[in-house]
C-alpha cells in the first residue's frame, strides 16, 4: 500500500471512531470501560502469568512452516513434545508492531467501523445448525437461504451493527461452503462481514470475489468490508495445524483477521476463572505474537472467547454469570495490551425466546459493553446453547442492544445539561418539566425507545392483540423480510462473479 493509500486509509478510520449515524441517541462506536471487574494490579498479575506459561510451559506446534517461523524468530523447539517456549522478548516486540486499532469498512462507508480503544460495536456470531422457522416456529436445519435472511435483518436492524454468519448452510456441499456463505451475506447487507474459511483455496476464492466487488486488490484493503475468524489454537495451548495454514495466508495477505480461542473453564481450561483468564490470554499473545512474525504490523484482533461448564453435567453453559464476568475482564486484558478485543455476549441456554432467554442475554450483553470490549459478536440471534437461532430473537436482541449502547453512552454533564434554570423555573410555577422546551428538545436526542418491548397501557394493548414480545417480534422480522431490500451487488459484478464462481443462491429478480 502506497503512502497515498495509507493517509487515506488513516482518515478513514478516524473518521469512523465514534461516527453516529442518523439516529441521535444511541449509535455504534461510543466508549464503554465503565465496568470493570479485574483490579487493574489483577490484570497485570494475569499477563504476567499469560507471559509466564508461553515461557515455561509452551504451545504445541506440530512440525510446519509454522513451527519453523518460531524456531527462525528465537523460539526454544522441543522437538520430542512438539512444543515450542515463546521468550517474552518476542511478545513484548509483537505488542510493539501490532495495530493499536483495526479498520473495518461496511460495503456503505455509513458502517465503517474502528476497533480499538473503548469504543463499542455488537453484532451476530457462531454457527449455529437450527433455526426455529418463522412461520412453522418449528426448529428446522439452516440453509443457505437462511444465512442471506437473516443478513437482510442485520441490515434492517440499527443495533447489530455487523454480519458475522450465525448459521451453517446445511443443504450445500462442504467444497461450495465459504464462499457461498461470504456471498450469501455480502449480498444482503451493506454492513461488514466477518466469516471463516477452512482452506487456504477457499480463502483465496472468497478474496478474489471481494477483490471484484470492491474493484480491486489494492481497494479492497484500502475498504476491507469482509474479514476473517481463525480459531487457529485448541485449547489448552495446541495449534490447529491446518488452521494455522490459513491464518498465515490470512497474514500474508494483509486482510483483518480475529484470533479466536473459546477454552471452557472447568472442560478444557481450568475451573478457576482467573486461570482460565490466564491461558486464553496466553493463547491470544501467542497467535499475535505468530502473526507480527509473519508479517509485522497485520490487523490483528485478539479473540477472546472464554466460556464456562456447568461442573455438575460438563455440558458448555451461554447464559452464565460467570460467562458475563469473563467476557469482561478479557476486554480490560486486551485494553491492557492496548489492543482491539474480539469476545462474547448473548448467548442463552433457553431453547425458545423467553424470559431466560432475556435475562442472560441482558447480563452478558451488558457486562461486555460497559467493559469496553470493541467487537462483541454473538449478541444477537442465539438460543439453546449456540445450537439454534431464530429470526425473531434478532429483533428482541436489537433491542436489547439498543438499550445497553445507551447505558455505554452515559450521561453527558455540561452546564446546559444539569438544567439550573430549568429546575429554577419549574420550581417557580412556570410550568411543569413534561412541557418544558428542553424536554421537547431532548426528547429524541436523551431516550431510548424500544421498537418492540411494549410500553402501552393495558387497555391499549389489549386492544392491539395482547401481543407478548416474542409474538410482536415475530410479525416485525416477518414484515422486515417482506419489505427491506439491502442495497444489491452491482449486476455487472454479480454476474461475473456468478460466472467465475460455483454460486448456489438464487439471484434476486429485479
Given amino acids: 500500500m502506497g503512502s497515498r493509500q495509507r493517509k487515506q486509509s488513516r482518515r478513514r478510520r478516524e473518521d469512523a471512531v465514534g461516527k453516529r449515524p442518523s439516529y441521535p441517541v444511541v449509535f455504534p462506536g461510543a466508549s464503554g470501560g465503565w465496568y470493570h471487574p479485574l483490579r487493574s494490579a489483577d490484570v497485570v498479575r494475569i499477563h504476567e502469568a499469560a507471559l509466564d506459561v508461553l515461557e515455561k510451559i509452551g504451545i504445541e506446534v506440530q512440525p510446519s ?8 524468530a528465537g523460539a526454544r523447539i522441543d522437538p520430542a513434545r512438539n512444543r515450542v517456549f515463546i521468550p517474552r522478548t518476542l511478545v513484548h516486540n509483537a505488542l510493539n508492531t501490532a495495530q493499536n486499532e483495526v479498520f473495518l469498512a461496511g460495503r456503505d462507508a455509513r458502517h465503517d467501523m474502528c476497533l ?3 469504543r463499542v460495536y455488537m ?4 454457527a449455529a445448525v437450527k433455526i426455529l422457522d418463522l412461520d412453522s416456529q418449528r426448529v428446522r436445519q439452516t440453509t443457505l437461504q437462511d444465512v442471506a435472511d437473516v443478513g437482510r435483518l442485520v441490515d434492517a436492524l440499527d443495533n447489530i451493527h455487523f454480519y458475522l454468519r450465525c448459521c451453517v448452510a446445511r443443504n450445500i456441499p462442504a467444497e461450495d ?3 457461498n456463505t461470504y456471498y450469501a451475506a455480502l449480498s444482503s447487507t451493506t454492513k461488514h462481514v466477518t466469516g471463516n474459511c477452512f482452506t487456504v483455496k477457499s480463502l483465496q476464492n472468497v478474496l478474489e ?3 471484484m466487488i470492491a474493484g480491486g486488490r489494492d481497494e479492497l484493503r484500502e475498504r476491507p468490508f469482509l474479514s476473517f475468524i481463525t480459531s487457529w489454537t485448541v485449547s489448552p495451548l495446541r ?3 491446518e488452521t494455522v495454514e490459513v491464518l498465515t495466508e490470512i497474514v500474508r495477505q494483509e486482510m483483518p483477521v480475529f484470533l479466536s480461542s473459546a477454552p471452557q473453564a472447568g472442560a478444557t481450561s481450568p475451573a478457576a476463572l482467573a486461570g482460565t483468564l490466564v491461558q486464553i490470554h496466553a493463547e491470544e499473545l501467542s497467535g499475535l505474537t505468530y502473526c507480527q512474525l509473519v508479517k509485522p504490523g497485520t490487523p490483528v484482533v485478539l479473540g477472546y472467547v472464554p466460556s464456562v461448564s456447568d461442573l455438575r453435567t460438563g455440558n458448555f453453559v451461554g447464559g452464565a454469570a460467570e460467562f458475563a464476568l469473563m467476557n469482561a475482564a478479557v476486554a480490560q486484558l486486551g485494553q491492557h495490551c492496548n489492543l482491539p478485543v474480539y469476545n462474547s455476549s448473548g448467548l442463552s441456554d433457553a431453547k425458545l425466546p423467553d424470559v431466560q432467554a432475556g435475562y442472560e442475554k441482558g447480563i452478558t450483553s451488558l457486562a461486555a459493553a460497559l467493559a469496553g470490549a470493541n467487537y462483541i459478536h454473538h449478541s444477537a440471534g442465539f438460543l439453546e446453547s449456540m445450537l439454534t437461532v431464530a429470526y425473531e430473537q434478532f429483533v428482541i436482541d436489537d433491542d436489547i442492544n439498543g438499550s445497553i449502547m445507551r447505558l455505554v453512552r452515559g450521561i453527558e454533564v455540561t452546564d446546559e445539561t444539569l438544567s439550573l434554570d430549568v429546575i429554577e423555573q419549574v420550581v417557580n410555577g412556570e410550568g411543569h418539566f413534561l412541557g418544558t422546551q428542553q424536554s421537547l428538545e431532548l426528547m429524541n436526542t436523551e431516550f431510548y425507545y424500544p421498537h ?4 402501552q397501557s393495558r387497555d391499549n394493548w389489549q386492544a392491539n392483540g395482547s401481543l407478548d414480545m416474542r409474538e410482536a417480534a415475530r410479525r416485525k422480522a416477518k414484515q422486515l423480510l417482506k419489505t427491506h431490500q439491502p442495497t444489491p451487488l452491482s449486476p455487472t459484478i454479480d454476474i461475473a462473479i456468478r460466472e467465475r464462481f460455483n454460486i448456489l443462491l438464487p439471484s434476486n429478480p429485479t
Avoid at 65 to 72: G, H, K, M
Avoid at 123 to 126: E, Q, R, S
Avoid at 452 to 455: E, I, V
Fill in 65 to 72: 512452516e509454522c513451527r519453523d517461523i518460531w524456531q527462525a
Fill in 123 to 126: 453484532g451476530t456470531g457462531g
Fill in 177 to 179: 461452503l465459504d464462499l
Fill in 452 to 455: 418492540t418491548a411494549d410500553r
Fill in 116 to 118: 480499538g480503544g473503548q
Fill in 209 to 211: 470475489m471481494g477483490e
Fill in 239 to 241: 495449534f490447529a495445524p
